[in-house]
C-alpha cells in the first residue's frame, strides 16, 4: 500500500509540510525503536463531513504507551484530537487514516533515552482496506513466531518496536500464501494476528483471548465486544486453545485497518465451509452503520470534522 502524501503533517503543535516531517539517522527512534504510535480511521459521513473513530481512546491509549515507556509528552488527549481535527480540516482527506507517534528523537548515542528529545507528530493519507474482502474472508496461518512473552516486552503498549515481532508473522505468512498470520502466546494459546485482535464463536457465543495472552487492547476489539452486548451475543474472554481454531463456527479478525475481517480458512482448514458466518455479518453490518453514520452513534464513538473533501475516496 504505498503512502500518498497530503499537504501537511502535525508536528509538536504545529502543521508543517509532508516533505520537511524528516529524522536524523543517528534518532534514538531509528537505532533503537524507540516510539509508540496509533492506528485511527476518518470515516466519510452522509452529510459530506467526516468523523474520526474513537479519537478520544486512540489518544489515550497513545499516552499511556507512552508512560510505560517513560517518554514524557507535553500533550493532552484533547490536545491531541484537537490536531487531527485541524489536520484533516487542512488535508481535506476523508475519509482517511491517521498515523499518531511519539518518538525519541536526535539527541546522545546510547541505549538510554532519557536525553532524546520527544517528537510528536499526526500524519493522515488515504487508505483502503487492509486485508482485502470483508465478504469473502481470509485464508490464515498458525504462525511459528509467538507473541511476546510477559514481562519481556510490554504487549499492552502500542510500541514500534513490538512490530518487528508483527513483522515476522506477517513475512513467514505471505511467504507461505497466507494473508495473515495468528500468532500464540508463550503457552501455546491464541493470542492475535500481526496488527489485529482475533474472535471465535462457537455454538452461538463469541470468545476472545483476554489481555494476560499478550494482547493489545485493542480500540476496534472494544467496540466489537460493545456491539456484541448491544446485540444480546454473548462474549467470554478466556484463554483460547490453538485448536479451537480448527472447530470454530466462525473466526475473524478486528483492528482499526482490518474493521471486522472474517477468516475464511485457518492452516487450510475451512472454518464454517469457507462461508462468511451469521454473527460475523451481523456484527459487520452494526459496525459500517454506525461508522458511516448510517445509525446512531449511540456510544458517541465518532469525533466530527466539518471537512469538505477535495474528491471521494473509497475505503
Known amino acids: 500500500m504505498p503512502i500518498k502524501p497530503t499537504e501537511k503533517i502535525w508536528h509538536n503543535g504545529k502543521l508543517i509540510p509532508w516533505n520537511q516531517a524528516t529524522l536524523h539517522v543517528m534518532s534514538h527512534v531509528v537505532n533503537y525503536g524507540s516510539s509508540v504510535f496509533e492506528g485511527i480511521r476518518c470515516y466519510a459521513l452522509p452529510s459530506g463531513s467526516g468523523g474520526i473513530f474513537r479519537a478520544k481512546e486512540h489518544a489515550q491509549r497513545l499516552l499511556d504507551s507512552a508512560k510505560v515507556y517513560r517518554i514524557d509528552v507535553d500533550f493532552?488527549?484533547?490536545?491531541?484530537?484537537?490536531?487531527?481535527?485541524?489536520?484533516?480540516?487542512?488535508?481535506?482527506?476523508?475519509?482517511?487514516?491517521?498515523?499518531?507517534?511519539?518518538?525519541?528523537?536526535?539527541?546522545?548515542?546510547?541505549?538510554?533515552?532519557?536525553?532524546?528529545?520527544?517528537?510528536?507528530?499526526?500524519?493522515?493519507?488515504?487508505?483502503?482496506?487492509?486485508?482485502?474482502?470483508?465478504?469473502?474472508?481470509?485464508?490464515?496461518?498458525?504462525?511459528?513466531?509467538?507473541?511476546?512473552?510477559?514481562?519481556?516486552?510490554?504487549?499492552?503498549?502500542?510500541?514500534?518496536?513490538?512490530?518487528?515481532?508483527?513483522?515476522?508473522?506477517?513475512?513467514?505468512?505471505?511467504?507461505?500464501?497466507?494473508?495473515?498470520?495468528?500468532?500464540?502466546?508463550?503457552?501455546?494459546?491464541?493470542?492475535?494476528?500481526?496488527?489485529?485482535?482475533?474472535?471465535?464463536?462457537?455454538?452461538?457465543t463469541i470468545y476472545t483471548a483476554p489481555l494476560g495472552n499478550s494482547v493489545l487492547p485493542g480500540i476496534t476489539r472494544d467496540s466489537v465486544i460493545r456491539i456484541a452486548k448491544d446485540l444480546q451475543i454473548p462474549v467470554i474472554e478466556q484463554m483460547i486453545p490453538r485448536e479451537m481454531l480448527y472447530i470454530a463456527d466462525e473466526v475473524f479478525f478486528s483492528g482499526t485497518a482490518a474493521e471486522i475481517t472474517p477468516i475464511r480458512s485457518v492452516d487450510k482448514i475451512s472454518v464454517n465451509k469457507g462461508v462468511t458466518g451469521p454473527i460475523v455479518k451481523t456484527l459487520q453490518k452494526e459496525f459500517y452503520a454506525i461508522v458511516r453514520g448510517e445509525a446512531s452513534d449511540r456510544h458517541h464513538w465518532l469525533t466530527p470534522v466539518p471537512v469538505s473533501t477535495k474528491q471521494p475516496v473509497g475505503v
Open 76 to 204: 493532552t488527549v484533547e490536545d491531541l484530537v484537537s490536531g487531527m481535527v485541524e489536520l484533516i480540516k487542512t488535508n481535506r482527506t476523508v475519509p482517511c487514516y491517521l498515523r499518531p507517534i511519539i518518538l525519541r528523537g536526535y539527541g546522545e548515542v546510547g541505549v538510554n533515552p532519557f536525553n532524546s528529545p520527544t517528537e510528536v507528530y499526526i500524519c493522515n493519507y488515504e487508505w483502503g482496506k487492509y486485508l482485502g474482502s470483508a465478504e469473502e474472508g481470509v485464508d490464515v496461518c498458525v504462525s511459528s513466531w509467538n507473541r511476546l512473552a510477559p514481562n519481556t516486552m510490554p504487549a499492552m503498549a502500542k510500541a514500534g518496536a513490538n512490530y518487528m515481532n508483527s513483522q515476522l508473522i506477517k513475512m513467514e505468512a505471505i511467504m507461505n500464501g497466507y494473508v495473515e498470520g495468528i500468532a500464540l502466546d508463550v503457552n501455546g494459546f491464541v493470542s492475535e494476528g500481526s496488527g489485529e485482535n482475533v474472535f471465535v464463536v462457537r455454538q452461538g
